[in-house]
């Protein structure tokens, strides 16, 4: 199965909103395992996880901002 969660074009603005939001959410999703975790291994790898998808999202906004024309985004996750 399959959820396309986006496909589009979309101006720079736009495509830095929409993959800032889906990292705040994963963020998020994580930061809320780490509350209620009393693994500490766990809770470093969720951590990791945290920081990777700061640093992936700030790549690709410095990324994106390069860009003259729109920003094509396609998302599909499998099940």
């Known amino acids: 199965m399959e ?7 979309f101006n720079a603005a736009d495509a830095i909103a929409i ?4 990292a705040e959410v994963k963020i998020k999703y994580h930061e809320n395992k780490v509350k209620t ?14 920081k990777n998808l700061q640093k992936e999202l700030a790549a690709s ?14 998302s599909t996750i499998n099940l």
């Open 19 to 22: 993959l800032t939001q889906l």
């Open 3 to 9: 959820l396309h969660l986006i496909d589009g074009q």
């Open 61 to 74: 906004r410095e990324h994106i901002q390069k860009q003259t024309s729109s920003i094509t985004i396609n």
């Open 37 to 50: 975790s009393h693994n500490e291994e766990d809770i470093k790898m969720r951590e990791r996880k945290i």
